[in-house]
Structure formats: structure tokens, C-alpha cells
Nanobody, 112 residues
Framework: VQLQASGGGLVQPGGSLRPSCKASGFIFRFNAMDWYRQAPGKERELVGTISSGGSANYTDSVQGRFTISREYARNTLYLQMNNLKPEDTGRYYC???????WGQGTLVTVSS
């Protein structure tokens, strides 16, 4: 199993980013997927989950600002992040729901 996240970076408050995650080693279309994040000095937290059918739900702090989507043909998961805030800073990880495997994540820094 491989989960290769990319697309993080440095952005100003109010800006947008769209990290992606390329999945391999399992049948992507049959699995729910999550995005997690870990801020410096804090526990890893769930950002949101998308079902195998494409329905997503989000933690309250990102509801209305973040959107999770998936592209089955490319085995790729996306996280559209809009109106970013400094408290969104952290390393973002994609995750296969229910399995204990973590890729390297991608770092997002929101700062002026």
C-alpha cells in the first residue's frame, strides 16, 4: 500500500491550496478515504472522510471551507482548501479508512 500526498505549501491567510494523494496497492474505488492533519505539538485529527460512493463529511472547523473529492480513474484523492487560516497549518495525510497505514503527508503552512 502506498499513499503519496503532495501539493502542500506556503499560503497567505484567505488563500487556497489543493493537495492530492495518489493511492496504490489496494482497490481505491472500493474504499472510504480520510484526510487527517497534525499541527505542530498537537495530536493528529480527522479533517474529513469520503465514502467509496463519493459522499463526504467534515470536522466542524473546516466545514464550508474544505472539500474532499476523488478521481477513480487516477486513484487520486483531493482536498480543496479555501479561505485558509493560520490554524489550518500542519502536515496533511491521506488515509485508507480503517487501516493503520500512513504515508509521509504534505506540509501546509498558512502565514502572512
Amino acid at each position: 500500500v502506498q499513499l503519496q500526498a503532495s501539493g502542500g505549501g506556503l499560503v497567505q491567510p484567505g488563500g487556497s491550496l489543493r493537495p492530492s494523494c495518489k493511492a496504490s496497492g489496494f482497490i481505491f474505488r472500493f474504499n472510504a478515504m480520510d484526510w487527517y492533519r497534525q499541527a505542530p505539538g498537537k495530536e493528529r485529527e480527522l479533517v474529513g472522510t469520503i465514502s467509496s460512493g463519493g459522499s463526504a463529511n467534515y470536522t466542524d472547523s473546516v466545514q464550508g471551507r474544505f472539500t474532499i473529492s476523488r478521481e477513480y480513474a487516477r486513484n487520486t484523492l483531493y482536498l480543496q482548501m479555501n479561505n485558509l487560516k493560520p490554524e489550518d497549518t500542519g502536515r496533511y495525510y491521506c488515509h485508507r479508512t480503517g487501516y493503520d497505514y500512513w504515508g509521509q503527508g504534505t506540509l501546509v503552512t498558512v502565514s502572512s
